[in-house]
């Protein structure tokens, strides 16, 4: 298993440009997460899915965009980044939402400029 | 509005000796608790958590106490060793809630040998 695996590890950014940061999880969970970390913060909710086509808002979801069609994937876009938008953006995945023990890929780390 | 601080930012020990680090909540609807570890370059892994109907929890080394009259839970590590050099994020989440985790701003721990 490779749990849960994120794209690209880094990426840099201009100001108004626009990226999708992958996430698949091949552990077959159907609730999963998008977290960002900003620096001394901790990490805070953008969006969550439930299962395959449904999809909800956490703390922070402005200038962010996602969807689910299948069980494995959980794409994160970005539309018009913006300087805001530089932090480490964690996927996350766990089999139901009663089970708090999250499986997290290992990031990526965002700078727009 | 943080509703999970840890209010130190980093703690330095000894190998061999106990580390403590705490964490704070102000939501006294929140009824699980969980710690988290992230080593550099990798995303946060479980650790160990605690049920609001238990007031400890201990899985090794590892010890977690659970004040709810002074929302405070801490996390004990004895002995501490130089692995367990790491950021360790409390988070804190209602039951009810889609697995939708609160964050604390985590502690950098650091042991040294």
């Known amino acids: 298993n490779a749990g849960v695996t994120q794209t690209p590890k880094f990426r840099i950014l201009k100001i108004g440009q626009s990226m999708t940061l992958q996430c698949a999880q091949d552990m077959n969970h159907n609730y999963m997460y998008w977290y960002r970390q900003d620096p001394g913060m901790g990490l805070k909710l953008i969006y969550y899915s439930v299962g395959a086509g449904i999809t909800d808002k956490g703390e922070v979801p402005n200038g962010y965009n996602v969807s689910r069609s299948t069980t494995e994937d959980f794409p994160l876009r970005l539309e018009l980044a913006a300087p805001s938008q530089t932090s480490v953006y964690f996927c996350?995945?766990?089999?139901?939402?009663?089970?708090?023990?999250?499986?997290f890929g290992p990031g990526t780390r965002l700078t727009v400029t | 509005d943080q509703q999970v601080k840890q209010n130190s930012p980093s703690l330095s020990v000894q190998e061999g000796r106990i580390s403590i680090l705490n964490c704070d909540y102000t939501n006294s609807m929140f009824d699980y608790f969980l710690w988290y570890k992230k080593y550099p370059a990798e995303g946060p892994t479980f650790l160990i958590s605690i049920s609001s109907i238990k007031d400890k929890n201990e899985d090794g080394r590892f010890t977690v106490f659970l004040n709810k009259s002074a929302k405070h839970l801490s996390l004990h590590i004895v002995p501490s060793q130089p692995g367990d050099s790491a950021v360790y994020f409390c988070a804190a989440i209602l039951s009810s809630n889609t697995g939708k985790l609160i964050f604390g701003q985590g502690t950098t721990l650091q042991v040294k040998p």
């Open positions: 996350a995945s766990s089999p139901s939402g009663n089970y708090y023990e999250l499986y």
